[in-house]
């Protein structure tokens, strides 16, 4: 059994890193699809729905649909559809990826 001594100095030797995490700042967390809930936010989607340019989900090729309904969220205002909700854990881990493939499929405009 450890004496209380050597309990008390371990605890004060991590005090330090305590006291320095808790004044250094947090960063920024990085922005997160967010699904589609209010009626702005289902307005907004529907509006862009209608332009956009894939038929599968955007993470894992499945048929939009495939899997009951789609799930539409927005991404610092883009509308990303996903086939089902463990789809937009795997987007939110790395969106970049997903929307460069997304810009890709973009249609042309005339």
Same mark, same amino acid.
């Given at each position: 059994?450890?004496? /209380? @001594?050597?309990?008390? !100095?371990?605890?004060?030797?991590?005090?330090?890193?305590?006291?320095?995490?808790? &004044?250094?700042?947090?960063?920024?967390?990085?922005?997160?699809a967010q699904?589609?809930?209010?009626?702005?936010?289902?307005?907004?989607?529907?509006?862009?729905?209608?332009t956009y /340019? @894939?038929?599968?989900? !955007?993470?894992?090729?499945?048929s939009l649909?495939?899997?009951?309904?789609?799930? &539409?969220?927005?991404?610092?205002?883009?509308?990303?559809?996903?086939?089902?909700?463990?789809?937009?854990?795997?987007?939110?881990?790395?969106?970049?990826?997903?929307?460069?493939?997304?810009?890709?499929?973009?249609?042309?405009?005339?």
């Open positions: 059994m450890k004496s /209380p @001594l050597i309990i008390v !100095l371990g605890l004060i030797a991590t005090l330090p890193f305590a006291v320095q995490s808790a &004044d250094t700042p947090a960063a920024p967390e990085s922005p997160k699904f589609v809930k209010t009626p702005e936010e289902k307005a907004k989607a529907t509006e862009l729905a209608k /340019p @894939l038929t599968t989900c !955007l993470v894992s090729g499945d649909g495939g899997m009951g309904e789609t799930v &539409d969220c927005l991404y610092q205002g883009k509308l990303v559809r996903f086939c089902c909700k463990g789809c937009v854990k795997s987007f939110n881990k790395n969106p970049d990826k997903y929307l460069k493939e997304l810009q890709a499929a973009k249609k042309p405009s005339a």
